[in-house]
């Protein structure tokens, strides 16, 4: 809304009596503009990825540099693999847990926190944008999110509410939910879809165990099927894994950590520059590619 309108909007006000103090401050929330922030799909792999430098975390550590130069965000939305709700949920909490949602790590990796405040307000504002969104304070910061926000925004000063996979949706449905919440990015707020667009763990399990880094040759096919598909923007075609053939279902065994990547290029612009800030294929079949839109 331009400053004149927004004089005609407080003009108003004197009428609604109704309207609180709290009413307010959430309706001049809304006015808020900004350069329009980059959306993010981040591979994260494994947690353990939150206590390692490594050429991951690296990439994670100059990508949140290069936000924050630009512009720090005024909060960030993550659509993490790790919450899968029937109906789509946003989280209202004003202080999230950091929710340790694995086992058989080490304890330095159970007593790690991520303490960034909520974003009750962007939260809200996401609900009006998208009518069939819920709130909870349910959830927390489940580790799709943490281990990543711990090395792009290490001092956890940017407030961060995340967005729930609705396990009844096809992928189209996903993808035309997340592309009602383009207005979010006018309003300081990074999007981030954290997965992988390969992530088969029962394939992989024999090389974790044996620290074999090596890929699978299928897990590199279908990585790189979603590559062309993503520089050739023909996101639809991303709906269907089986149209990459057999690598396909190989490597998206279940959907869940493939669609967070449907979400961030549902907001890309037509002519948005789309980068992919890390690649790279391990232990068998898990791909830890990063892409950045804007």
Known sequence: MDRK??????????????????????????????????????????????????????????????????????AILVVSAHWLTRGSFVTLNERPETIHDFGGFPQELFAMQYPAPGAPEYAQQTMALVPDLHGSDEWGLDHGTWTVLHHLFPAADVPVFQLSLDVHKTPAQHFALAAQLQELRKRGVLIIGSGNVVHNLRQSMQKLMAGDASPYAWAVEFDEWVKGRIDQRDFTALFDVQKAGASGPLSVPTPDHYWPLLYSLALADRDEPISHAFEEVSFGGLSMRTVAIG
């Open 5 to 74: 309108a927004f004089l005609k909007a407080l003009a108003l006000l004197p009428f609604a009596s109704a309207m609180n103090l709290q009413n307010l401050h959430k309706v001049s929330s809304s006015f808020q503009r900004s350069t329009k922030m980059p959306v993010l799909f981040i591979g994260h792999g494994s947690p353990m990825n939150a206590l390692e430098d490594n050429t991951f975390t690296r990439a994670l550590k100059k990508m949140g540099e290069d936000i924050r130069q630009r512009q720090k965000p005024n």
